[in-house]
């Protein structure tokens, strides 16, 4: 997800927050965020083991409200927002008319609102396509990211931390639920959110008041072990815990169910935007290809791009999206999409790189547990 610095991008507001505290700053998805405080392979052990702090305010949200906001919000997204109650949320996507996959969001119910969760390279984006349906009727749509900045408390110690920090009681959340409660004297939405595999929570904070909650964590999470920890380990918790990213292993170019992403597609809800892609795939009976993991034999790291072949034969019939030597695992592993008929957990196959070719294993996602 990193890239150099070469140009200008939008810095995070914590930007002087988190520069005393050793971090290092990349471009990651189209903002310069921090990437390190320190040595990543730490933060991701410590966020396995402990609990961590991240700084995700380059995510970008909108508010949709109106009369007929689940009439419209609904036929645009692949899950049933009518199913959504206040405190409730849920995985979603928005797809093409021939169901490709145009961006990754999570929606929370407001009660008479709802809350849209960009990825950042993807704001705006979504916000040019849901915008033009506030002319078709009594539907509204605004743009709320200044509003709604994310941090995120990831790790097993992560509960404890909130509880330390939460003005009322947390309880006990299922994923995407969401309390509103007061951290660091500001209003903020506590949202149950894994990005790593562990149990973790969001802190969506106004923009003005994110340092103060920011250091509120800190402080009053010392306790409990937290540690802010940047992007780098973030990509490699990640992988672990088979998450994909969108623009790196999900894009236009896949359909919504090759993804695996099971959750974010509800198939009792009427038509949207892609419907007729994804039901002629569930009819059907399978995809064309899946999202898969694979354990790799040897040191050397796949790159996305590298082919995915059946040994037996030497078609290729699939590619790499993420490669990672695993600290937790001890061993490579790697996501890629692989073909029907060769994504059964178990099944032999083979990485071809630019230099090498190795074994690998198709693995059961998500790889930790």
């Given at each position: 997800?990193?890239?150099?610095?070469?140009?200008?991008?939008?810095?995070?507001?914590?930007?002087?927050?988190?520069?005393?505290?050793?971090?290092?700053?990349?471009?990651?998805?189209?903002?310069?965020?921090?990437?390190?405080?320190?040595?990543?392979?730490?933060?991701?052990?410590?966020?396995?083991?402990?609990?961590?702090?991240?700084?995700?305010?380059?995510?970008?949200?909108?508010?949709?409200?109106?009369?007929?906001?689940?009439?419209?919000?609904?036929?645009?997204?692949?899950?049933?927002?009518?199913?959504?109650?206040?405190?409730?949320?849920?995985?979603?996507?928005?797809?093409?008319?021939?169901?490709?996959?145009?961006?990754?969001?999570?929606?929370?119910?407001?009660?008479?609102?709802?809350?849209?969760?960009?990825?950042?390279?993807?704001?705006?984006?979504?916000?040019?396509?849901?915008?033009?349906?506030?002319?078709?009727?009594?539907?509204?749509?605004?743009?709320a990211s200044d509003r709604y900045r994310i941090l995120s408390v990831q790790g097993p110690n992560s509960l404890s931390v909130m509880k330390e920090v939460c003005f009322e009681p947390v309880p006990d959340l299922s994923e995407h639920g969401w309390i509103q409660t007061i951290v660091g004297g500001?209003?903020?939405?506590?949202?149950?959110?894994?990005?790593?595999?562990?149990?973790?929570?969001?802190?969506?904070?106004?923009?003005?008041?994110?340092?103060?909650?920011?250091?509120?964590?800190?402080?009053?999470?010392?306790?409990?072990?937290?540690?802010?920890?940047?992007?780098?380990?973030?990509?490699?918790?990640?992988?672990?815990?088979?998450?994909?990213?969108?623009?790196?292993?999900?894009?236009?170019?896949?359909?919504?169910?090759?993804?695996?992403?099971?959750?974010?597609?509800?198939?009792?809800?009427?038509?949207?935007?892609?419907?007729?892609?994804?039901?002629?795939?569930?009819?059907?009976?399978?995809?064309?290809?899946?999202?898969?993991?694979?354990?790799?034999?040897?040191?050397?790291?796949?790159?996305?791009?590298?082919?995915?072949?059946?040994?037996?034969?030497?078609?290729?019939?699939?590619?790499?999206?993420?490669?990672?030597?695993?600290?937790?695992?001890?061993?490579?592993?790697?996501?890629?999409?692989?073909?029907?008929?060769?994504?059964?957990?178990?099944?032999?196959?083979?990485?071809?790189?630019?230099?090498?070719?190795?074994?690998?294993?198709?693995?059961?996602?998500?790889?930790?547990?």
């Open positions: 997800m990193q890239e150099p610095l070469e140009k200008s991008y939008p810095r995070t507001v914590l930007y002087t927050s988190q520069k005393p505290l050793g971090a290092e700053f990349a471009a990651v998805l189209g903002w310069e965020m921090a990437a390190r405080f320190g040595d990543a392979l730490e933060e991701h052990r410590h966020v396995r083991e402990s609990v961590g702090l991240i700084d995700l305010s380059s995510h970008g949200s909108i508010l949709v409200g109106g009369k007929e906001s689940v009439q419209f919000l609904n036929g645009l997204v692949t899950n049933d927002v009518k199913t959504l109650g206040a405190g409730g949320g849920m995985r979603a996507a928005f797809l093409t008319g021939h169901g490709k996959v145009k961006a990754l969001c999570r929606i929370l119910g407001l009660g008479d609102q709802y809350l849209v969760i960009n990825d950042p390279h993807t704001h705006k984006k979504v916000f040019d396509y849901v915008f033009p349906f506030t002319y078709a009727g009594d539907f509204k749509a605004e743009d500001q209003q903020v939405l506590i949202v149950r959110a894994s990005h790593t595999g562990e149990i973790g929570y969001d802190v969506l904070a106004p923009e003005q008041g994110l340092s103060d909650v920011w250091d509120f964590l800190l402080m009053k999470g010392e306790f409990h072990g937290i540690r802010p920890f940047g992007f780098a380990a973030l990509d490699t918790l990640r992988i672990e815990a088979g998450i994909p990213v969108y623009g790196v292993d999900v894009d236009e170019s896949n359909m919504m169910l090759e993804t695996g992403l099971a959750d974010a597609v509800s198939y009792q809800k009427g038509c949207y935007t892609g419907q007729e892609a994804v039901a002629m795939a569930t009819y059907r009976g399978h995809v064309s290809k899946r999202l898969s993991g694979l354990i790799i034999s040897g040191d050397q790291v796949p790159v996305h791009g590298d082919k995915i072949a059946w040994p037996e034969t030497g078609k290729e019939i699939g590619y790499i999206t993420s490669g990672l030597s695993s600290i937790t695992l001890g061993k490579t592993i790697a996501l890629g999409y692989v073909k029907h008929g060769f994504f059964e957990p178990g099944t032999t196959l083979e990485v071809r790189s630019a230099n090498a070719a190795a074994t690998a294993i198709v693995a059961t996602l998500p790889f930790q547990r």
